[in-house]
């Protein structure tokens, strides 16, 4: 299978209105003005799109932050991105980062899910059919030797905080989905937040340990995730799955996304780096699964 994973859209809406005043919207704004407006580009997300269609790319993994402040407008605009992606006969998985419950309005409301749904793929247990939007957790069956789960460790901060939560409840439902996974089928896990330290206390996942001790025991073939905005391949088979992070595809200088040819024991990863808003494969790695 050929998956595509691309990470930190940051689709953006400046907004002027005086009610972003009564969240960390304002934040948000100040920084897009004076940084991130300049910093990342949709033209560039956009330029993808020929890649995916050219390697024949079969689904689209995308670990978060379509929008900058979770705004229902820049929900719109990550929205018409992925139609284009689906157009072109290709699945998607998408699940939140931080900047998609930036606000706690946003975060209550569960905003994010009123424009995006995984519905591309069967859900991996018909009887127990948890959903990212109401447990925090969801998993699907991609073929006959891979199953994806997502998770949603995102909560709303304060100003200065981007943390994400590995809570009590999704640890829970992750043990007891990962127990009854079918044999023969490889894993794969999904979530914004990498679960070792970053730079940032700021923008650590709490309980981080908890998701390790877990991604040890099972046999969890590759972890996805982005939210650090720099591209990273970490084999730490066999104790922990390979790890990748896809960095930010919508940066201008130091955009990445990884393009995977998924075998049962092996995945090829070919990697592209921005280029004057376009993009130029960086290179190619092939990596031997569960050894």
């Given at each position: 299978m050929k998956i595509a994973h691309i990470s930190d859209l940051h689709f953006s809406k400046l907004t002027l209105s005086p009610l972003q005043f009564f969240s960390k919207r304002w934040i948000g704004n100040l920084n897009l003005f004076f940084s991130r407006k300049k910093g990342h580009s949709p033209k560039q997300v956009y330029n993808i799109l020929k890649i995916l269609e050219k390697h024949?790319?079969?689904?689209?993994?995308?670990?978060?932050?379509?929008?900058?402040?979770?705004?229902?407008?820049?929900?719109?605009?990550?929205?018409?991105?992925?139609?284009?992606?689906?157009?072109?006969?290709?699945k998607t998985i998408v699940l939140p980062g931080n900047h998609?419950?930036?606000?706690?309005?946003?975060?209550?409301?569960?905003?994010?899910?009123?424009?995006?749904?995984?519905?591309?793929?069967?859900?991996?247990?018909?009887?127990?059919?948890?959903?990212?939007?109401?447990?925090?957790?969801?998993?699907?069956?991609?073929?006959?030797?891979?199953?994806?789960?997502?998770?949603?460790?995102?909560?709303?901060?304060?100003?200065?905080?981007?943390?994400?939560?590995?809570?009590?409840?999704?640890?829970?439902?992750?043990?007891?989905?990962?127990?009854?996974?079918p044999q023969g089928l490889n894993t794969l896990v999904l979530?914004?937040?990498?679960?070792?330290?970053?730079?940032?206390?700021?923008?650590?996942?709490?309980?981080?340990?908890?998701?390790?001790?877990?991604?040890?025991?099972?046999?969890?073939?590759?972890?996805?995730?982005?939210?650090?905005?720099?591209h990273s391949i970490a084999n730490l088979q066999p104790e922990l799955p390979l790890i990748l992070d896809s960095g930010s595809c919508s940066r201008v200088k130091e955009g990445y996304f990884n393009i995977l040819n998924l075998d049962q024991d092996k995945v090829g990863i070919s990697v592209y780096k921005s280029h004057y808003l376009d993009w130029k494969k960086s290179k190619d790695e092939s990596i031997n699964l569960g050894i």
């Open positions: 024949e790319v079969e689904c689209v993994f995308i670990t978060g932050d379509l929008s900058t402040t979770s705004r229902a407008s820049e929900f719109l605009l990550a929205l018409e991105f992925i139609e284009e992606i689906r157009k072109k006969g290709i998609d419950h930036y606000t706690k309005s946003a975060y209550k409301k569960k905003l994010f899910y009123s424009y995006f749904t995984n519905t591309d793929f069967p859900y991996l247990f018909k009887d127990k059919a948890v959903s990212l939007k109401n447990e925090g957790i969801e998993a699907v069956k991609l073929n006959d030797h891979y199953c994806a789960i997502t998770l949603d460790a995102v909560v709303a901060t304060s100003l200065v905080m981007s943390t994400g939560l590995f809570s009590e409840e999704i640890e829970k439902k992750l043990i007891d989905v990962l127990e009854n996974i979530c914004h937040f990498p679960f070792f330290c970053i730079d940032s206390y700021r923008k650590r996942l709490i309980r981080k340990e908890k998701l390790k001790t877990i991604l040890e025991k099972y046999n969890v073939s590759i972890y996805f995730h982005g939210h650090t905005h720099n």
